[in-house]
């Protein structure tokens, strides 16, 4: 941003993290689905759970509707994130230290301000996240045993972390791809970006819930359910990750054009492969967690012998078999969230520090 001061940076993410929040509740499903079952009266009911409730009953006209009217809200907030995205310029680089080479050594007080600001952000959402999560926790570290059933430990673990997530990663790969192909090498000249996001875009923030009731009509056609096929989610393509990936190809574009008009020659692996490997996998870490934690498609997909984590905490909690707290490792292990926050520890020090959310040409223009 001009003068080094990211406000500009900072109030876009702010902006797309604001229609994020927005998309993430409409389709909200697993606590409301859980703890009340969108009762009473529906008080208490997403858009999403609405849509499931109703699709497996006899009204199917009503939730195909419903339907519809969430996917056309959630591909005008992907739209508009998408416009915001585009119009700034916004692109991701990876700095060689913590600090670019760019900056002037120094705090003005733009920047102070700017720092201060994130840090108060920063530490609000962590409030409310350990107020949040506590619960959570506080039944992780009880290690209450749950109740014998007919799917063994090592089965349902299985099941949780291996079929659904293998999907997701998948659809991160042909992501990383796609964004590479449209960030740096722009087949459709300048205006690449502008031409092949946009008929993603209204599925930016499209997860799996609006997709699942039609796929769940196909797998029971296909006789898929209580497979190992029918474990893997609706989705084939991670449309946030082809995002972050078009984004990642911009900026170390930008930076290797400005190498270029410096004189300096850098081989390709230096400028696109070395800093894209390291966010291939934190973006396939974060998708594979998510997708094993996910309860709406497990649910519909089956919960016999193929049931996941989550399925059977579920069942373990609606049947009130549990008298203390709940089992929550079932779902997610505590020995696994250890690893997870050692692994997101090291990331968070050895490289996300030193990504940045940037605006603009950065010059690319005049190189």
Same mark, same amino acid.
């Given at each position: 941003?001009?003068?080094?001061v990211?406000?500009r940076?900072?109030g876009l993410? =702010?902006? *797309?993290?604001?229609?994020?929040?927005?998309?993430?509740?409409?389709?909200e499903?697993?606590?409301?689905?859980?703890l009340?079952?969108?009762g009473?009266?529906?008080?208490?009911?997403?858009?999403?759970? +609405?849509?499931?409730?109703t699709?497996?009953?006899?009204? /199917?006209l009503?939730a195909a509707g419903?339907?519809a =009217?969430?996917l056309?809200?959630?591909a005008?907030l992907?739209?508009?994130?998408t416009?915001?995205?585009?119009r700034?310029?916004?692109?991701?680089? *990876?700095?060689?230290t913590?600090r670019?080479?760019d900056?002037?050594?120094g705090?003005?007080?733009?920047? /102070?301000?700017?720092?201060?600001?994130?840090?108060?952000?920063?530490?609000?959402?962590?409030?409310?996240?350990?107020?949040a999560?506590?619960p959570?926790?506080a039944?992780?570290v009880?290690?209450?045993a749950?109740?014998?059933?007919? *799917?063994?430990?090592?089965? =349902?673990?299985?099941n949780?972390w291996?079929?659904?997530p +293998?999907?997701?990663?998948?659809g991160?790969?042909?992501? +990383?791809a &796609?964004?590479y192909?449209?960030?740096? %090498?722009?087949?459709?000249?300048?205006?690449?970006e502008l %031409?092949? %996001?946009?008929?993603f875009?209204?599925?930016?923030?499209?997860?799996v !819930?609006?997709?699942?009731?039609?796929?769940?009509?196909g797998?029971?056609t296909?006789d898929?359910?209580?497979?190992?096929?029918?474990?893997?989610?609706p989705?084939r393509?991670s449309?946030?990750?082809l995002?972050?990936?078009?984004?990642?190809?911009? !900026?170390?574009?930008v930076?290797?054009?400005?190498?270029?008009?410096?004189g300096?020659r850098?081989?390709?692996t230096v400028t696109?492969?070395?800093?894209?490997?390291? =966010?291939?996998? /934190?973006? &396939?870490?974060?998708a594979w967690?998510?997708?094993?934690?996910?309860? %709406?498609?497990?649910?519909?997909?089956?919960? !016999?012998?193929? +049931?996941?984590?989550?399925v059977?905490?579920?069942?373990v909690?609606?049947?009130? &078999?549990?008298g203390?707290?709940a089992? /929550?490792a079932?779902a997610?292990? !505590?020995?696994l969230?250890l690893v997870?926050l *050692?692994v997101?520890?090291?990331?968070?020090?050895?490289?996300?520090?030193?990504?940045?959310?940037?605006?603009g040409?950065?010059g690319?223009?005049?190189?």
């Amino acid at each position: 941003d001009a003068g080094g001061v990211p406000w500009r940076s900072f109030g876009l993410a =702010m902006a *797309v993290a604001a229609l994020a929040t927005v998309a993430a509740a409409l389709q909200e499903f697993t606590y409301p689905f859980v703890l009340t079952g969108g009762g009473p009266d529906r008080a208490t009911a997403t858009p999403l759970l +609405a849509v499931f409730t109703t699709g497996l009953g006899p009204a /199917v006209l009503p939730a195909a509707g419903a339907c519809a =009217m969430l996917l056309g809200l959630l591909a005008a907030l992907g739209l508009g994130a998408t416009v915001l995205l585009l119009r700034t310029g916004a692109r991701l680089e *990876v700095d060689p230290t913590l600090r670019s080479g760019d900056d002037q050594p120094g705090w003005d007080t733009g920047r /102070v301000l700017a720092a201060l600001a994130t840090k108060v952000l920063v530490t609000v959402v962590l409030a409310v996240a350990g107020y949040a999560l506590w619960p959570w926790l506080a039944a992780l570290v009880a290690g209450t045993a749950p109740p014998p059933g007919a *799917v063994s430990d090592a089965t =349902m673990f299985a099941n949780t972390w291996l079929p659904p997530p +293998a999907g997701t990663v998948i659809g991160v790969a042909a992501a +990383a791809a &796609a964004g590479y192909g449209i960030g740096p %090498l722009r087949p459709l000249g300048p205006r690449s970006e502008l %031409l092949l %996001l946009l008929p993603f875009a209204p599925f930016l923030f499209v997860g799996v !819930g609006p997709l699942a009731l039609p796929a769940y009509v196909g797998g029971v056609t296909a006789d898929r359910f209580d497979t190992v096929l029918g474990l893997l989610p609706p989705t084939r393509l991670s449309v946030p990750a082809l995002f972050v990936f078009t984004l990642l190809a911009r !900026g170390q574009a930008v930076r290797a054009a400005l190498a270029r008009r410096d004189g300096e020659r850098q081989a390709w692996t230096v400028t696109r492969l070395r800093p894209a490997l390291p =966010m291939l996998g /934190v973006v &396939a870490v974060v998708a594979w967690v998510v997708s094993a934690q996910d309860l %709406l498609w497990p649910v519909l997909s089956g919960s !016999g012998r193929w +049931a996941t984590g989550p399925v059977r905490l579920y069942q373990v909690v609606s049947g009130g &078999a549990v008298g203390g707290p709940a089992p /929550v490792a079932l779902a997610l292990p !505590g020995w696994l969230v250890l690893v997870l926050l *050692v692994v997101a520890v090291v990331t968070g020090v050895r490289y996300l520090g030193r990504v940045a959310l940037r605006t603009g040409d950065g010059g690319e223009s005049g190189a």
